[in-house]
């Protein structure tokens, strides 16, 4: 079993940043592949980046290529998302998600393991 949990999430004003963090335990080899995961208001949930976790990344949406970084402390079985720049049409629930094998990587129902989401706002 694997269990993620979120945190980080809050209000912030366009043009903001913010780090969400992903703590993960379990079976670490149900979680090679690990994403951050969004559900915006009136939209369909969207992987915004993935990674494989203690190697390089697979990809990154082209919605926050430049603004949102992935990464991870491998130690302490943490993942981050650096959120730079952020826009009103970021808002909405991220959520920390996890696979063994992720193909397609872009793919929400690829990921088998997921958090319970933290709520990110971003006001104009």
């Known amino acids: 079993q694997v269990r993620l949990v979120e945190s980080g999430g809050d209000s912030v004003q366009a043009g903001g940043s913010l780090s969400l963090s992903c703590a993960a335990s379990?079976?670490?080899?149900?979680?090679?592949?690990m994403a951050w995961v969004r559900r915006r208001p009136g939209k369909e949930r969207e992987v915004v980046a993935a990674?494989?976790?203690?190697?390089?990344?697979?990809g990154t949406a082209d919605s926050v290529k430049g603004r949102f970084t992935m990464s991870e402390d491998y130690a302490k079985n943490t993942l981050y998302l650096l959120m730079n720049d952020l826009k009103p049409e970021d808002t909405g629930v991220y959520y920390c998600?996890?696979?063994?094998?992720?193909?397609?990587?872009?793919?929400?129902?690829?990921?088998?393991?997921w958090g319970q989401g933290t709520q990110v706002t971003v006001s104009s």
């Open positions: 998600a996890a696979e063994r094998l992720c193909q397609p990587w872009s793919r929400p129902g690829s990921y088998k393991y």
């Open positions: 379990g079976d670490s080899g149900e979680r090679l592949c």
């Open positions: 990674k494989w976790w203690g190697r390089g990344t697979l």
